[in-house]
């Protein structure tokens, strides 16, 4: 246990991003624009898959969840962080800073089980066609669903209840735009071998064990795919899969960055580098890269489009 000078801590200091002065209002209208892209392009996401009933499937399904978790996942960091750089006040409440460490760590595991879900729902498209509309039965996506927000919910209560019972020293800076659970651990003056061991356990449900799900569920579809005689029926499949794959590369190559190279966060401040990453550029790119990759969304945007276009003449 440590024994530092303890007293109560009603509010910690955010220090945000390793930025100058005079680059302040560039990288505020930067994030802003990258925030404001997340947010309408994730929107326009949800209402395709909402109006064109083509897009009623088990994978945009869980695309539309996911796109209301990214924008979710910006809107808890974000926000503050764009507040902080155009004021002097960069202090946020006690009470505000475990909420928004309950918030982020929740939307990240939603972030996890979601892809896995929908790199099931791909496997059992590519590897088992003929019983696709018999296994993803609305009923079984809406159970996905519950789960991975129950898992999120109880992953993150979890995180949130063994750092209320800890005591923090004097020291109340965050060298970060959020409050990030690692980053408050180390301004504990209690134990926090419990916290690390739940946080090693966690991790490995909500992170390790989806990802591992999602390899295997590509082991099938790569061994499907290379039975497969004709080039058309690879280009097919790839193509389905192509968007997903691209966001978990996004997704878990950032997450698994920040642990695989500790070293590099000495000199070149990793851990921010790596958030800003998995919270604010890849829910940004997410609706780029299914609509752009993918046909039936560029079919139902034309519609959408077509549609506006008529209406206002």
Known sequence: ???????????FLLLGL??????????????????LTTVLGNLLIILLIRLDSRLHTPMYFFLSHLALTDISF???TVPKMLVN????????????CISQMYFFIFFTD??????????????????HPLHYTTIMREE????????????????????????????????????????????????????????????FTVGVVVITLPFVCILVSYGYIGTTILRVPSTKGIRKALSTCGSHLSVVCLYYGAIFGQYLFPTFSSFLGKDIIVAIMYTVVTPMLNPFIYSLRNRDMKAALGKLFSRATFFSQ
């Open 110 to 127: 939603l972030d996890s089980f979601l892809i896995t879900s929908m790199a099931y729902d791909r496997y059992v498209a590519i590897c």
């Open 18 to 35: 390793p930025i100058w002065p005079e680059q302040r209002s560039m990288v505020f209208t930067l994030f802003l624009g990258m925030y």
């Open 140 to 199: 079984l996506c809406t159970l996905l669903v519950a789960v991975s927000w129950i898992l999120s919910c109880a992953s993150s209560l979890s995180h949130t209840l063994l750092l209320s019972r800890l005591s923090f020293c004097a020291a109340n800076t965050i060298p970060h735009f959020f409050c990030d659970l690692a980053a408050l651990l180390k301004l504990a003056c209690s134990d926090i071998f419990l916290n690390e061991l739940v946080m």
């Open 74 to 76: 910006s809107s808890v």
């Open 1 to 11: 246990m440590r024994t530092e000078n303890q007293s109560t801590v009603s509010e």
């Open 85 to 96: 750089m155009q004021t002097s006040h960069k202090s946020i409440p006690f009470a505000g």
